[in-house]
């Protein structure tokens, strides 16, 4: 008996669907005997046969196509041949390779470059490889990942922005196409073990859950291992990690030592242990990513106090010491400029990306700002040493001389955490304001399980430096300039030394492929392949005098937009109108950067002709690479635009125990409406846990039995106090458990203003007043879940075993339609009469 009686969720039992067509075990066993009953029926044939099969057309009774042994009626006088069967096999002397990819970092941020942020391994690896100072990005992390997977540009992948932001239009379908094979499926058809491990955000949103497709995860994009997360970001601390093609909780709790970092680390090295104990003569690729340096900014404290003072001076301070530093490094040549850290003409600039002076914060906000730099510098610095651990092993399994490493980052660092920063992120995608008196009591917990935080547009620009904005702005190179090193002492006879050649995110697969003796195919499975837009780094390894060998590279971001050709970059300054972008008045301004590295001094008056052929160059590569239409809607309205759903819409949903945490992205949309939560019940006296569950400590609602009694909790934004909703006594045997919201009004920023009211049955137990959220649950990635709760706690109040033990939870509905609650209760207890 379906709960709640919905005859519609099952589907028709036909005769028809038993059958699956095709042979049957019978048949192929009757014609294998009926192949082996007389020499008449199989040809007995030596050497290879490369015409038609004998036997019935579609059955294998002839010979394989490239078989050169011998087939006789007897297996003693037949002669076998391999090759055919055997797995491909890789050049002997062909490397590991080893790709670190962080996010959201800018050039200036780490030690190798001249930052502050101390990464002991990274700069190991630069001491005894290369480190470039002109590798670029596309400035937002999905299309860049993209260009590693593929060597293509990221309109060419369909990735015009994040996997989130699909438009429907060719440069932005969100799907990687089959035209653009893999570096992965293409090194797994040489011969290469595949691994992928930490952050993917190259899924569609709708086939990151359990009952989505898996043909763009990434076993299926050529992968043999798999273990990490699918979406932009996730809690360090409670990740939503998927192992290979399935949802899986994280090992241990944060209580005993978790972090994201760690784990992942712990997972890549038994994947080479698993490759090295089996498999040794094969090489191996490994990508590695890391949810560092994404928000949420999450560090173990004896990493963030390293730090303590280290960012008092401010974030104008630090621009100018780092480009010091950078200058004397050589990273940046003599007389390179400062850029100031509001650019932007005031009709261009976001208020949110804006930067509010050093010397205009009081003490308690530069005392904060201060800390989220220091969190965010542990952070990095405890990653940086779970790739070292990575290392180790490779140098003490004699692995790491033969080794090609990559260590780098997917864009410039990011100014989500708008000018104030934030201890929760979601209220930044609310729309809520964050309130200093209450950030300042989070201050000693700032990279806890307890906070979700981000730092304030100050330290994007000054992880920038010395360039114009950061993360988003991909007419800068603040956010597409990005650092990388390159190590392989087999392959690199240059120790420690600079590298001022420019390119792209688009050039690590051809150098891979060169370095490994592999060519992309021209056709895969059939399907002609696009080309690689990608060139190979491999003449600048031992050549710090090579010309530059990329001549052209355009760049598109959410309606920004600029072109680097030939030492000369133009960028266009776009400032939205409401209602359609205008891009056609956009200035465009002109840099020589081969002169002018920092992007400062506009020449576009000086250099008219110089620059109509750059936007000529752009205009062209855009019409080569799918790049229109330009798109500069808000992320509200992208995100919010209609795309077609795999499931028809509905009104009504039902959701099971003991299934996967399904996605904020598939599930239910209750964000700014009324809604309805049913849940069937059959309980002990002692029954306790959750019935359903959607969120985290950040934002979320749960309804548990704890006590003897009925809680709904909705944590809004994780603001106290909690809003807690709490029946009378409750008895045992069976009932309807539920709460209605009916949204009444919108609040001053825009939250539901309504009554919320609890039921027991048909009875209502409890009424108020209650206010929610409108938008995401939970950015860590916790997903709705039914009979038990997955990662970060919403509620303080829920019982220390999270699962619903003492009882039996059926399913719980969720309803957004106009009718009663209590008619969907009466509904629901006719399911629980009958059952």
């Given at each position: 008996?379906t709960?709640?009686?919905?005859?519609?969720?099952?589907?028709?039992?036909?005769?028809?669907r038993?059958?699956?067509?095709?042979?049957?075990?019978?048949s192929?066993?009757?014609?294998l005997?009926?192949?082996?009953?007389?020499?008449?029926?199989?040809?007995?044939?030596?050497?290879?046969?490369?015409?038609?099969?004998?036997?019935?057309?579609?059955y294998?009774?002839?010979?394989?196509?490239?078989?050169d042994?011998?087939?006789?009626?007897?297996?003693?006088?037949?002669?076998?041949?391999?090759?055919?069967?055997?797995?491909?096999?890789?050049?002997?002397?062909?490397?590991?390779?080893?790709?670190?990819?962080?996010?959201?970092?800018?050039?200036?941020a780490?030690?190798?470059?001249?930052?502050?942020?101390?990464?002991?391994?990274?700069?190991?690896?630069?001491?005894?490889g290369?480190?470039?100072?002109?590798?670029?990005?596309?400035?937002?992390?999905?299309?860049?990942r993209?260009?590693?997977?593929?060597?293509?540009?990221?309109?060419?992948?369909?990735?015009?922005s994040?996997?989130?932001?699909?438009?429907?239009?060719?440069?932005?379908?969100?799907?990687?196409?089959?035209?653009c094979?893999?570096?992965?499926?293409v090194l797994?058809?040489?011969?290469?073990?595949?691994?992928?491990?930490?952050?993917?955000?190259?899924?569609p949103?709708?086939?990151?859950?359990?009952?989505?497709?898996?043909?763009?995860?990434?076993l299926?994009?050529?992968?043999?291992?798999?273990y990490?997360?699918?979406?932009?970001?996730?809690?360090?601390?409670?990740?939503?990690l998927?192992?290979?093609?399935?949802f899986?909780?994280?090992?241990?709790?944060?209580?005993?030592?978790?972090?994201l970092?760690?784990?992942?680390?712990?997972?890549?090295?038994?994947?080479?242990?698993?490759q090295?104990?089996?498999?040794?003569?094969?090489?191996?690729?490994?990508?590695?990513?890391?949810?560092?340096?994404?928000?949420?900014?999450?560090?173990?404290?004896?990493?963030?106090?390293?730090?303590?003072?280290?960012?008092?001076?401010?974030?104008e301070?630090?621009r100018e010491?780092v480009?010091?530093?950078?200058?004397?490094?050589?990273?940046?040549?003599?007389?390179?400029?400062?850029?100031?850290?509001?650019?932007?003409?005031?009709?261009?600039?976001?208020?949110?990306?804006?930067?509010?002076p050093?010397?205009?914060?009081?003490?308690?906000?530069?005392?904060?700002?201060?800390?989220?730099?220091?969190?965010?510098?542990?952070?990095?610095?405890?990653?940086d040493?779970?790739?070292?651990?990575?290392?180790?092993?490779?140098?003490?399994?004699?692995?790491?001389?033969?080794?090609?490493?990559?260590?780098?980052a997917?864009n410039?660092?990011?100014?989500?955490?708008?000018?104030n920063?934030?201890?929760?992120?979601n209220k930044f995608?609310?729309?809520?304001?964050?309130?200093?008196?209450?950030?300042?009591?989070?201050?000693d917990?700032?990279?806890?399980?307890?906070?979700?935080?981000?730092?304030?547009?100050g330290?994007?620009?000054?992880?920038?430096?010395?360039?114009?904005?950061?993360?988003?702005?991909?007419?800068?190179?603040?956010?597409?300039?990005?650092?990388?090193?390159?190590?392989?002492?087999?392959?690199?006879?240059?120790?420690?030394?600079?590298?001022?050649?420019?390119?792209?995110?688009?050039?690590?697969?051809?150098t891979?492929?060169?370095?490994?003796?592999?060519?992309?195919?021209?056709?895969?499975?059939?399907?002609?392949?696009y080309?690689?837009?990608?060139i190979?780094?491999?003449?600048?390894?031992?050549?710090?005098?090579?010309p530059?060998?990329?001549?052209?590279?355009?760049?598109?971001?959410?309606?920004?937009?600029?072109?680097?050709?030939?030492?000369?970059?133009?960028s266009?300054l776009?400032?939205?109108?409401?209602g359609?972008?205008?891009?056609?008045?956009?200035e465009?301004?002109?840099?020589?950067?081969d002169?002018?590295?920092?992007?400062?001094?506009?020449?576009?008056?000086?250099?008219?002709?110089?620059?109509?052929?750059?936007?000529?160059?752009?205009?062209e590569?855009?019409?080569?690479?799918?790049?229109?239409?330009?798109?500069?809607?808000?992320?509200?309205?992208?995100?919010?635009?209609?795309?077609?759903?795999?499931?028809?819409?509905?009104?009504?949903?039902?959701?099971?125990?003991?299934?996967?945490?399904?996605?904020?992205?598939?599930?239910?949309?209750?964000?700014?409406?009324?809604?309805?939560?049913?849940?069937?019940?059959?309980?002990?006296?002692?029954?306790?846990?959750?019935?359903?569950?959607?969120?985290?400590?950040?934002?979320?609602?749960?309804?548990?039995?704890?006590?003897?009694?009925?809680h709904y909790?909705?944590?809004?934004?994780?603001?106290?106090?909690e809003?807690?909703?709490?029946?009378?006594?409750?008895?045992?045997?069976?009932?309807?458990?539920?709460?209605?919201?009916?949204?009444?009004?919108?609040?001053?920023?825009?939250?539901?203003?309504g009554?919320?009211?609890?039921?027991?049955?048909?009875q209502?137990?409890?009424?108020?007043?209650?206010?929610?959220?409108?938008?995401?649950?939970?950015?860590?990635?916790d997903?709705?879940?039914?009979?038990?709760?997955?990662?970060?706690?919403?509620?303080?109040?829920?019982?220390?075993?999270?699962?619903?033990?003492?009882?039996?939870?059926?399913?719980?509905?969720?309803?957004?339609?106009?009718?009663?609650?209590?008619?969907?209760?009466?509904?629901?207890?006719?399911?629980?009469?009958?059952?």
């Amino acid at each position: 008996m379906t709960p709640f009686d919905d005859e519609q969720l099952l589907p028709p039992q036909s005769p028809a669907r038993h059958h699956r067509g095709g042979l049957s075990r019978g048949s192929i066993l009757g014609g294998l005997a009926a192949a082996g009953a007389g020499a008449a029926t199989v040809p007995l044939v030596a050497g290879c046969d490369h015409g038609s099969p004998a036997g019935p057309p579609g059955y294998g009774t002839g010979i394989a196509a490239g078989f050169d042994g011998t087939i006789a009626l007897d297996v003693r006088d037949s002669a076998p041949d391999w090759k055919p069967f055997q797995t491909p096999v890789a050049r002997e002397d062909a490397p590991n390779v080893l790709v670190v990819l962080y996010d959201d970092t800018g050039m200036a941020a780490w030690s190798p470059y001249g930052g502050r942020i101390e990464m002991p391994v990274m700069q190991r690896l630069a001491d005894n490889g290369l480190t470039y100072t002109q590798w670029h990005t596309t400035a937002l992390c999905s299309p860049t990942r993209s260009c590693f997977l593929t060597g293509r540009n990221h309109h060419v992948n369909r990735f015009a922005s994040i996997a989130e932001g699909t438009t429907g239009f060719p440069g932005s379908a969100g799907r990687l196409p089959a035209q653009c094979a893999t570096i992965g499926q293409v090194l797994q058809d040489n011969g290469y073990s595949t691994f992928w491990v930490g952050k993917d955000h190259n899924v569609p949103v709708s086939d990151a859950a359990g009952g989505g497709s898996r043909s763009q995860w990434p076993l299926q994009m050529g992968f043999d291992r798999f273990y990490g997360f699918l979406g932009g970001e996730t809690n360090q601390w409670y990740p939503a990690l998927a192992q290979d093609n399935m949802f899986i909780d994280q090992p241990y709790p944060p209580e005993q030592g978790y972090h994201l970092s760690k784990d992942l680390a712990d997972n890549a090295i038994r994947m080479l242990r698993d490759q090295r104990s089996s498999n040794p003569s094969k090489p191996w690729f490994l990508w590695f990513c890391p949810g560092a340096n994404h928000a949420p900014h999450h560090s173990p404290a004896e990493y963030a106090d390293r730090y303590r003072g280290r960012f008092d001076d401010g974030y104008e301070a630090y621009r100018e010491w780092v480009l010091a530093r950078m200058i004397d490094k050589g990273i940046m040549p003599e007389g390179t400029a400062l850029t100031p850290i509001n650019p932007l003409p005031a009709d261009v600039a976001l208020p949110a990306d804006m930067v509010r002076p050093w010397d205009s914060l009081n003490a308690d906000e530069r005392k904060l700002f201060a800390r989220m730099a220091e969190v965010f510098a542990g952070f990095s610095e405890y990653t940086d040493a779970q790739v070292g651990r990575i290392v180790e092993f490779l140098e003490h399994s004699g692995q790491l001389d033969n080794t090609l490493i990559f260590y780098c980052a997917d864009n410039g660092a990011s100014g989500e955490g708008s000018p104030n920063g934030s201890v929760n992120e979601n209220k930044f995608f609310n729309g809520y304001p964050d309130d200093l008196a209450e950030n300042m009591r989070y201050i000693d917990r700032l990279g806890s399980p307890d906070t979700y935080n981000h730092y304030p547009t100050g330290w994007a620009t000054a992880f920038s430096t010395p360039f114009q904005m950061f993360k988003r702005y991909s007419q800068f190179s603040g956010g597409t300039c990005d650092p990388l090193v390159i190590h392989w002492p087999k392959g690199i006879r240059a120790k420690g030394q600079i590298r001022h050649q420019y390119h792209h995110a688009v050039d690590i697969v051809p150098t891979i492929l060169d370095a490994a003796g592999v060519e992309m195919p021209a056709e895969y499975r059939g399907v002609k392949q696009y080309p690689l837009n990608g060139i190979s780094m491999r003449y600048s390894f031992d050549d710090g005098a090579a010309p530059t060998t990329r001549k052209r590279q355009y760049y598109a971001m959410l309606g920004t937009r600029g072109i680097w050709a030939d030492g000369w970059k133009a960028s266009a300054l776009h400032a939205p109108i409401s209602g359609k972008g205008h891009f056609d008045r956009d200035e465009w301004e002109l840099f020589h950067v081969d002169a002018d590295r920092s992007e400062s001094t506009n020449l576009a008056d000086r250099y008219p002709d110089k620059l109509r052929e750059l936007i000529a160059a752009w205009d062209e590569e855009a019409r080569d690479n799918f790049v229109l239409p330009l798109d500069d809607r808000t992320a509200v309205e992208i995100l919010l635009s209609p795309r077609p759903q795999a499931e028809p819409p509905r009104t009504r949903y039902f959701y099971y125990p003991d299934a996967a945490p399904v996605p904020e992205a598939v599930a239910v949309n209750i964000r700014g409406r009324s809604y309805k939560i049913l849940a069937n019940v059959e309980m002990d006296r002692d029954a306790e846990g959750v019935l359903f569950t959607q969120g985290s400590r950040f934002g979320g609602h749960v309804l548990f039995i704890a006590n003897g009694v009925l809680h709904y909790v909705y944590n809004f934004l994780g603001i106290a106090p909690e809003q807690d909703f709490v029946s009378p006594q409750l008895t045992p045997g069976r009932h309807s458990l539920g709460v209605e919201f009916t949204r009444e009004k919108a609040g001053d920023h825009a939250e539901s203003l309504g009554t919320t009211t609890l039921y027991v049955d048909d009875q209502p137990v409890a009424s108020g007043p209650m206010r929610a959220q409108i938008g995401p649950f939970g950015l860590a990635g916790d997903g709705l879940c039914v009979g038990y709760a997955a990662g970060d706690p919403i509620s303080a109040q829920l019982p220390k075993c999270r699962e619903f033990s003492g009882g039996t939870v059926q399913v719980v509905m969720v309803d957004v339609s106009p009718e009663s609650f209590l008619d969907l209760q009466r509904e629901a207890a006719v399911a629980l009469a009958r059952d």
